[in-house]
C-alpha cells in the first residue's frame, strides 16, 4: 500500500521561508516522479514544483520560480520543497504526489499525501 505523508506546514510571515518535507512508503521512490501541489479554498489544486524520476531533474511553476526549490533523496524516500521570499498568495495546503512517469498535471497522479497546511501571514 503506498503512503505518501507530508509535514512541515505552519504559519510563517511574508517574507519567510519554510521546509515542507514527504516521505514515501510502499514503492519503488527512485521510479517515481513527484510533485508537489497545492490547493487554495475555492481554487483548483494547482501544480507547484516536482523532481523527474528519470534524472532528478526539477520543474516549477512560474509563479514560485526562483523561490522554491525541490529536491529527493532516493536512499530514504524523501522529497522536500524549500519555500522562500513566502507571500500570502502562497497560502494552501500543499500535497506532495507520485506518478510513475513524468507529468506536471494532477490528474495524471494516482498517489497523493493527506496535505500540509501552509499559511503566510502578517
Known amino acids: 500500500q503506498v503512503q505518501l505523508v507530508e509535514s512541515g506546514g505552519g504559519l510563517v510571515q511574508p517574507g519567510g521561508s519554510l521546509r515542507l518535507s514527504c516521505v514515501a512508503s510502499?514503492?519503488?521512490?527512485?521510479?517515481?516522479?513527484m510533485g508537489w501541489f497545492r490547493q487554495a479554498p475555492g481554487k483548483e489544486r494547482e501544480f507547484v514544483g516536482g523532481t523527474r524520476r528519470s534524472d532528478g531533474s526539477s520543474a516549477y511553476a512560474d509563479s514560485v520560480k526562483g523561490r522554491f526549490t525541490v529536491s529527493r533523496v532516493n536512499a530514504i524516500n524523501k522529497v522536500y520543497l524549500w519555500m522562500s521570499s513566502l507571500k500570502p498568495e502562497d497560502t494552501a495546503v500543499y500535497y506532495c504526489?507520485?506518478?510513475?512517469?513524468?507529468?506536471?498535471?494532477?490528474?495524471?497522479?494516482?498517489?497523493w499525501g493527506q496535505g500540509t497546511q501552509v499559511t503566510v501571514s502578517s
Open positions: 510502499g514503492l519503488s521512490f527512485s521510479r517515481y516522479t
Open positions: 504526489a507520485a506518478v510513475y512517469g513524468d507529468s506536471w498535471v494532477a490528474g495524471d497522479y494516482p498517489y
